[in-house]
Nanobody, 122 residues
Framework: QVQLVESGGGLVQAGGSLRLSCAAS????????MGWYRQAPGKQRELVAT???????NCLDSVIGRFTISRDNAKNTVYLQMTSLKPEDTAVYYC????????????????WGQGTQVTVSS
């Protein structure tokens, strides 16, 4: 069984920084794409940033220049460095791992973390 465990959320003032981490555990052979999504109250979940196992990234327009996604393939861990935070960044942030292959299996699966709250006060 694969689990994603997130950490690093919290309360920060506008203009501040936070770093989210998400570690995938289990008998993992490979993970194609890891990423972060967020969901604010009353809104749909949206993609924040993704990174492939070769390092290609994709980011939401509103976070370009403020958020940086990175990944440690050896640790199956993805990070989201968030700077210049704004109140509109307040949301529950979810880690996602897509194209996960478990050792001994030919099936590729998608997994979600439990979410971590990020609150930015004005």
């Amino acid at each position: 069984q694969v689990q994603l465990v997130e950490s690093g959320g919290g309360l920060v003032q506008a203009g501040g920084s936070l770093r989210l981490s998400c570690a995938a555990s289990g008998s993992i052979s490979s993970i194609n794409v890891m990423g972060w999504y967020r969901q604010a109250p009353g809104k749909q979940r949206e993609l924040v940033a993704t990174i492939t196992n070769s390092g290609s990234t994709n980011c939401l327009d509103s976070v370009i220049g403020r958020f940086t996604i990175s990944r440690d393939n050896a640790k199956n861990t993805v990070y989201l460095q968030m700077t210049s935070l704004k109140p509109e960044d307040t949301a529950v942030y979810y880690c996602n791992a897509d194209g996960v292959r478990v050792r001994g299996s030919a099936v590729w699966r998608n997994y979600w973390g439990q979410g971590t709250q990020v609150t930015v006060s004005s």
